[in-house]
């Protein structure tokens, strides 16, 4: 039984040092860019509120890498034509963090579902089958931090 037990307390003992190398193999480097994804749903006051938030985080975090995943009400902002609640188109501002690298994705079970032609979306859009799919595969498989605004 004691030698059972000194085998079983060696392979704990032995788990236990390789525990924290195999942590730090899974963390970012110090200076790897911050991966986020803005998940919107919720219409075009939601929007306004994350183009707000995404210029602020560009500004405290220009090497941010921004996924910004829209699905329901959520893509309405990225229909042509679409304007803020004070009338005040949104393609300018969606060309500006565009071209400062977020990227703008949009569910095609939502346009599937709400009769929406692709050809109608921002030109800086792109088309996903699913937005939560899309949302969660980001988060489990690239490691994106998940922000609601």
Do not use: W
Not at 3 to 19: D, E
Not at 43 to 53: C, K, T
């Amino acid at each position: 039984m004691n030698l059972l037990r000194r085998r079983l307390s060696a392979a704990a003992i032995g788990l236990a040092a390789t525990l924290p190398l195999a942590v730090l193999a899974q963390a970012p480097a110090a200076d790897a860019p911050i991966k986020v994804v803005y998940h919107l749903s919720e219409g075009i006051p939601q929007a306004s509120r994350a183009i707000g938030n995404i210029r602020n985080h560009l500004a405290a975090d220009p090497k941010a890498r921004i996924v910004v995943v829209t699905h329901g009400l959520g893509i309405d902002f990225l229909l042509q034509g679409a304007t803020n609640q004070m009338d005040q188109p949104f393609a300018g501002s969606i060309a500006d963090l565009a071209n400062k690298g977020v990227e703008f994705r949009v569910c095609n079970n939502t346009l599937v579902s709400r009769k929406i032609d692709a050809s109608r979306l921002a030109m800086e859009a792109n088309v996903v089958p699913s937005g939560v799919a899309e949302v969660a595969r980001l988060q489990a498989r690239e490691g994106f931090v998940y922000l609601r605004p």
